[in-house]
């Protein structure tokens, strides 16, 4: 593995370095800046999520996507404790507890429910 990204990184960074200054110039243009919708188009181009390639067939393409709603980064609950009365509140218990996101944004409720929910067992074998 350490031989394969000695060789990769010198290869793909500069390839990915370029790609996200790319994406970055095209938000810049963009009249809506930062607040882009993905798939909107600026003047230089269609403002993607993400840009994935493939050096095998030296292909790019871009892929958008939904907010996902229980994100511990952009989620809508985290964002208002984030900009709420109780910032510096808000942010000690983050830096405290680890779980602090997870419990605000809901993930943690979406892990427990994966876990104890419903599992199709076939007992007929």
């Known amino acids: 593995m350490d ?4 060789v ?3 290869g793909l960074a500069p390839i990915a370095a370029a790609l996200a200054v790319e994406l970055a110039v095209s938000l ?3 009249p809506e800046g930062a607040h882009a919708p993905a798939g909107s188009m600026s003047p230089l181009g269609e403002c993607p999520h993400q840009i994935r390639g493939a050096l095998l067939r030296y292909e790019q393409r ?3 996507g939904a907010a ?7 989620s809508s609950r985290v964002l208002e404790a984030y900009r709420g009365p109780g910032r510096d509140a808000f942010l000690l218990s983050v830096f405290k ?3 602090t996101l997870d419990r605000i944004s809901g993930l ?3 892990f427990n429910a994966s876990i ?6 076939d007992d007929s074998e």
């Open 3 to 6: 031989q394969q990204c000695t």
């Open 8 to 10: 990769t990184r010198p």
């Open 28 to 30: 810049w243009h963009h």
């Open 62 to 64: 871009c892929f958008t």
């Open 68 to 74: 996902f709603s229980q994100c511990i980064a952009c």
């Open 97 to 99: 507890d680890g779980k």
């Open 108 to 110: 943690d409720s979406l």
């Open 116 to 121: 104890e929910g419903d599992w199709d067992e």
